[in-house]
Nanobody
């Protein structure tokens, strides 16, 4: 069993930055691909970024390329999402997930409770 806890969300102005953190606990998460998804009100949960177990492979959705950076520290059991140049359309509840190497949310077995990110215009 893997339990995930997100932190770092909040309210920020357009162009600002936030750093989200995910702290897995329980069974070691080193074997899992870790990902961030987000869900805005009235919309489906969408893929944001993922990082392979050893950190060697990273994928971003097009809308965040060049602005967001995903990273992981297997020794410290953390997965971070650095978000720069934030836009109002980035406003959503952000979820950390652990699973297989895919953009499809069905490939992720473990999910956190989410952390709200709000970007004001």
């Amino acid at each position: 069993q893997v339990q995930l806890r997100e932190s770092g969300g909040g309210l920020v102005n357009t162009g600002g930055s936030l750093r989200l953190s995910c702290s897995p606990s329980g069974r070691t998460f080193n074997y899992y691909t870790m990902a961030w998804f987000r869900q805005a009100p009235g919309k489906e949960r969408e893929f944001v970024a993922m990082i392979s177990p050893n950190g060697g492979n990273i994928v971003y959705t097009d809308s965040v390329k060049g602005r967001f950076t995903i990273s992981r520290d297997n020794a410290e059991n953390t997965v971070d999402l650095q978000m720069n140049s934030l836009k109002p359309e980035d406003t959503a509840n952000y979820y950390c997930a652990a699973g297989t190497y895919t953009r499809d949310r069905s490939g992720y077995k473990y999910w956190g409770q989410g952390t709200q990110v709000t970007v004001s215009s």
